[in-house]
């Protein structure tokens, strides 16, 4: 196998302005927030998202915010979230440039600026394709210069990508497209395009209908290598490299049409598939150093959810997925305690500001023989001081514990080993199954909508 290093000088090589190689492009710097100079991202793809940001946050100064799409992924941030709306909104801006009606699209990561590199794997990902240090070139949900409720009643749309329905803040926008490898949940029926399909990688389905579009044009736009290579990284690490058992004809396909395109179009695709594979998993595992707090908020998603409740028509729901048991989370702990999990967990949920919190544990268990064993975690606690009384919280735990125990999906849940140490509202379970986000979520859900 070649190594990715071994692919990156052609990368780099590349030219993306006219015939002047990228190591000849002059460098140039901004100031960051604390005053340090950063340099500006080289070549088409770094220029035109800056472009946007900027153009974005003139227009909405303007009052034009009515001119625009956003197109966003789900609140996680994961890279294939990242990628599927950057493609998606460079198509936009591209395909209907010379036209009567240009679009203007804009990609919005849903996560903070401040929480992007809590996944490395992005890190690496962005800084392959040259970007701007310090994510400068990318619209941040910190940085909206409204509140989504009230900025989603200005825009002229919104899109969703690998996210089957949007937030609720985001619930009065129009939506003009969705793209999602997930269930259809029946959210807008007359978005168009309006893609669900079974794929590893959401960013398969967004590459090849921009690939498709494209490809009918008289005259195609230009198409950075950067953009290219970022959507490869996005579908290489969701399908193990397009070896994993998740992997779609739809994955290979489309990443050999992306292959052809891209700087790296001499090379084998199973080699560059696995190499940046290999890369981007190892960047994605380097997060020991990351303490219980930080592993909290680096992959979490939460929303409100209705209730036929009275008193309380709507519930805060927030999911956090952590690669690490209990027991070694505990350990990142100032006091390596089970309190001081809680103790941490409590302080990052009251600041989310939700009622229910699922934290989503995943670790292999290693045998004396040799073998591994994939053990997954659910954590369920409640909170009785954001919308809910104590009275409240003790029925929403109930009913929420005993959906998730008696689930129809076939979980077979088992109380964690120190389950008897657990305080008033906090439950901990272990499962073999595969059930991660996707399979408990919706029962989650379910069972808080249907509380009265």
Known sequence: ???????????????????????????????GAAGRAKPLGVGHFS?????????????????????????????????????????????????????????KAIALLQTPSHALDLRPENKLALDNSQMTAGHED???????????????????GIVLVDHAEPLRKW?????????????????????????????????TIVAR?????????????????????????????????????????????????VLARSAWAKKDLEDVMEDLDDQLTSAQKDIDHLDLRDLLRRDWKGDLIDTPSPRTPTV???FASVPYSMDEQILKTDFKELFDWFAIHAAWTAEAGVDISITLNKYKQHHKDGSKEKIREIVLTVRDDVR??????????????????????????????????????QMVWTHKSGAGRKIIRPIVEDAVSGWD
């Open 316 to 318: 805060s729901l927030g």
């Open 388 to 425: 809910i009384d104590q009275h409240q919280a003790n029925a929403l735990f109930k009913v929420v514990k005993e959906a998730l125990e008696n689930n129809a999906e076939g979980i077979e849940l088992t109380p964690w080993h120190r389950a008897d140490e657990l305080s008033n509202r």
């Open 209 to 257: 209908q921009m690939l498709d579009e494209l490809e009918q044009l008289e005259e195609e736009y230009h198409m950075p290598h950067e953009l290219l290579e970022l959507i490869l990284s996005a579908i290489a690490i969701d399908s193990g490299g397009l070896t994993s058992d998740k992997t779609t004809k739809a994955d290979i396909e489309t990443s050999k049409r």
């Open 138 to 156: 990318l619209l941040t949900m910190d940085e909206l210069p409204e509140d989504p409720e009230t900025l989603a009643k200005k825009l002229k």
């Open 1 to 31: 196998m070649k190594a990715l290093r071994t692919l990156i000088p052609a990368f780099l090589a590349a030219s993306p302005v006219g015939a002047m190689p990228q190591n000849h492009l002059p460098k140039q710097t901004i100031l």
């Open 171 to 203: 619930s009065h926008a129009n939506i003009v497209s969705i793209f999602d490898h997930h269930k259809d949940r029946g959210t807008a029926p007359k978005a168009k395009p309006r893609v669900f399909e079974t794929t590893a990688s959401c960013t």
């Open 47 to 103: 220029e035109w998202s800056r472009a946007t940001k900027k153009a974005f946050l003139v227009d909405w100064q303007a009052g034009k915010a009515s001119e625009w799409t956003i197109v966003e992924g789900n609140e996680g941030g994961d890279l294939d979230s990242m990628t599927a709306a950057l493609t998606w909104a460079y198509h936009l801006d591209h395909i209907s440039e010379n036209s009567s009606h240009p679009i």
